[in-house]
């Protein structure tokens, strides 16, 4: 079913790729279109960590190799030093 909320998921996911793939600099043809746009979908669906799934990665859940509920994120507490 497609509703309000998952078209401006889906624009927002475009306008993220142009401003962090596609208007960085000129792309000459089709070809490096395609290349820098499956780059970012990589980059988007398999490396980056999304808040929204408790900083998993989308394709460690959709594959069931994760619980979206719980954070694999690493990170490294910084305490006060006084």
Request: charged residues 35%.
């Amino acid at each position: 079913m497609k509703t309000p909320g998952q078209n401006r998921s889906r624009e927002r996911g475009v306008g993220t790729l142009k401003y962090e793939r596609l208007y960085i600099d000129e792309i000459d043809d089709a070809e490096m279109l395609a290349k820098r746009a499956e780059d970012y979908r990589i980059e988007y669906n398999e490396i980056r960590p999304h808040e929204a799934l408790v900083w998993n990665r989308p394709r460690k859940v959709h594959l069931g190799l994760t619980d979206p509920t719980i954070t694999t994120f690493q990170s490294t507490e910084s305490l006060p030093t006084s």
